[in-house]
C-alpha cells in the first residue's frame, strides 16, 4: 500500500439546516424495551448537565443547571423529576406522548427556594416507591464489577441512599446500567434509521465546522482566533470547543480550550469540535511541509485504512483492535486509547472494539473512528476522527425511504473517498460527517490529502 499527499478538493456535499426529528413512538419504544430488559418495578435513569445522553436517549429531554431522574414505572408511567429551573423546559421539550413532571427541589441549584417540594426522599415516595420494590437504576457508565468489592453506582450517593431508604433493602437496588451502555447488546448501542439520520446533521456541521479552522487557519492567530473560524450556530455541544497548540518546548494537550498563544511555524496544533451524535477532531503541523512528519503521518493513515478496511457488521471488535494496532506498529506508532467506540449524543458511548473483545459490530452502531496516534514527538500532534454509522441492507433502504436527502449525502461520500482518497468502504460503512478521512497533515497547504494509491 503506498500512502502519499495528493491535491484534493473536499466536494460541498451540502449542510443541512433542520435537525431531523425522532418520532414519539420511537421514545415510546425505548422507554418499554428499556423497563422490560431491566426486569425492575422501576427503572430510574440519572442524568446532569453533563451526563445526559441516556435520559436524552430515551425521551429528548436533558437537564440544564440541573440534576434529573426519568423513572419508568409500572402500567407505562413515566415520570421526570428535576429542579425549579427545568420543570418547565421538561414539559415542553419531552417528546414522549403522555408522561408526568415532578418538581424537587433538592435537585435545583444552591440559595434557591426549596419551601414547596424540598425533599427527595418524600418525592419519591409520593411517586409510589416503597419496602419491597425492586429498583434499577441507570448511571453515566455501567458499574465497575471488581473481584472482591462493592460495584458501586455512578451515580451522586444521595439518589442511592433515597432509594434505599425507601424500599428497605440495600440489595433492592441495583446497576441497570447496562440496559442501555452494553458495547454490543445495549439499546444505544444500535439506532433506527430516524437517529442516523438526527446525528447525520450533526456530524456534517461538527466536520464542517472543524474543516473550517483547519482550511483558514494562519500563522499569528491566536487560538482563539483560528477557533472562532468554526463558525459556532449554537448546536447543541457533546463536548467542550477544544483548540490547542505548542512548539517542541512541550506536548500538544488535545483536550485543552483556545488561549491567546499565537499559533507559529512548526507548531504542532489539534483542534475537536463534537455534537450530539457527531464528533471532528484534527491534528497536524502550522507548516506547509516536513519530511519527518510526512513519515509519521503516513504510518498513521495507514491505521486509518486498516479500521475502514477490518470494520463490518458481524466483525469482533477485537478483530478491528489487533488490525488497527499491527498496521500502526509497524511506524512505530499505537493507539492511545481504543481505534473507535460507540457515539451519540455524548461523544463516548461504549466500545467493543478493545483487545480480544468477543463483542461484534452490529448494524445501526454509531462509531467514532478514533484512533489517536501516539507516542509523537513535543510539539507535533496527529489526529483524523471521523463518526460512520454500521447498516445492513435493511437499515440503508429504510434510511433512503424515510431520509432520501442524507443517504444522497452518505452515498456521495462514499463515492469520494473511493475515488480521491483511494478507500473503498464495505456497503455497510456509511460516512456521517463531510469531511470523512480528510487528513492535511500541514495545515498552511491544506488542500493535500493524505490519500492511498
Known amino acids: 500500500m503506498t500512502i502519499e499527499l495528493a491535491t484534493v478538493t473536499v466536494p460541498d456535499f451540502g449542510l443541512p439546516l433542520a435537525r431531523p426529528t425522532v418520532p414519539a413512538e420511537v421514545y415510546e419504544a425505548r ?80 440559595g434557591q427556594d426549596r419551601s414547596e417540594a424540598p425533599g427527595l426522599t418524600a418525592v419519591l415516595s409520593s411517586i409510589g416507591i416503597r419496602d419491597g420494590h425492586r429498583v434499577g437504576l441507570v448511571g453515566w457508565k455501567p458499574a465497575m464489577r471488581e473481584p472482591g468489592e462493592d460495584a458501586g453506582f455512578f451515580v451522586p450517593s444521595v439518589y442511592v441512599d433515597a432509594l434505599r431508604r425507601l424500599t428497605l433493602d440495600y440489595d ?12 454490543e447488546q445495549g439499546l444505544r448501542a444500535c439506532v433506527d434509521a430516524d437517529q442516523i439520520a438526527a446525528f447525520e446533521w450533526a456530524a456534517a456541521r461538527a466536520t464542517a465546522a472543524v474543516w473550517r479552522i483547519v482550511t483558514q487557519v494562519r500563522e499569528g492567530d491566536s487560538e482563539l482566533e483560528a477557533a472562532a473560524r468554526m463558525a459556532y450556530a449554537g448546536e447543541p455541544l457533546s463536548a467542550h470547543v477544544m483548540l490547542a497548540s505548542s512548539d517542541a518546548s512541550g506536548p500538544v494537550v488535545g483536550l485543552r480550550s483556545p488561549t491567546a498563544r499565537r499559533l507559529s511555524r512548526g507548531d504542532g496544533v489539534t483542534t475537536a469540535v463534537g455534537y450530539w451524535g457527531g464528533l471532528s477532531a484534527r491534528a497536524g503541523l502550522i507548516s506547509d511541509g516536513d519530511d519527518r512528519f510526512y513519515d509519521l503521518a503516513r504510518s498513521y493513515f495507514a491505521g486509518l485504512c486498516a479500521w475502514y478496511d477490518g470494520a463490518d457488521i458481524g466483525v469482533r471488535g477485537g478483530d478491528v483492535f489487533e488490525q488497527v494496532t499491527q498496521t500502526l506498529a509497524q511506524g512505530g506508532l499505537r493507539s ?19 483487545p480480544a473483545s468477543r463483542h461484534t459490530l452490529r448494524s445501526g452502531m454509531v462509531f467514532q473512528v478514533d484512533v489517536i496516534p501516539t507516542p509523537l514527538p513535543l510539539g507535533w500532534a496527529l489526529n483524523c476522527e471521523d463518526p460512520v454509522v454500521l447498516a445492513d441492507e435493511a437499515l440503508r433502504a429504510e434510511l433512503a425511504a424515510r431520509h432520501p436527502d442524507v443517504m444522497a ?29 480528510c487528513l492535511p497533515p500541514f495545515w498552511l497547504k491544506s488542500d493535500h490529502l493524505l490519500v492511498r494509491a
Not at 418499554?32 to 426486569?39: E, H, M, P
Not at 408511567?77 to 414522549?96: D, M
Not at 433492592?172 to 458495547?183: G, K, N, Q, Y
Not at 457515539?343 to 478493545?354: A, L, Q
Open 31 to 110: 422507554c418499554r424495551a428499556a423497563y422490560q430488559r431491566a426486569g425492575c418495578d422501576w427503572l430510574v435513569v440519572y442524568a446532569d448537565r453533563e451526563h445526559f445522553a441516556n435520559i436524552a436517549f430515551l425521551c429528548e429531554f436533558e437537564p440544564r443547571f440541573e440534576e434529573a431522574l426519568l423513572i419508568l414505572g409500572p402500567q407505562a408511567r413515566r415520570i421526570i423529576v428535576t429542579g425549579n429551573e427545568c420543570v418547565s423546559f421538561a414539559e415542553v421539550v419531552t417528546r414522549l406522548s403522555a408522561f408526568e413532571v415532578r418538581l424537587c427541589q433538592a435537585m435545583s441549584l444552591p
Open 336 to 354: 492511545m486509547l481504543n481505534p473507535g467506540h460507540l457515539g451519540g449524543h455524548e461523544e463516548w458511548i461504549n466500545t467493543p472494539i478493545r
Open 409 to 437: 449525502r452518505i452515498e456521495a461520500r462514499r463515492a469520494f473517498m473511493d475515488q480521491k482518497l483511494g478507500i473503498s468502504l464495505k456497503p455497510s460503512i456509511l460516512p456521517l460527517g463531510s469531511t470523512p478521512a
Open 172 to 183: 433492592a437496588v441495583s446497576d441497570c446500567t447496562d440496559v442501555l451502555m452494553h458495547p
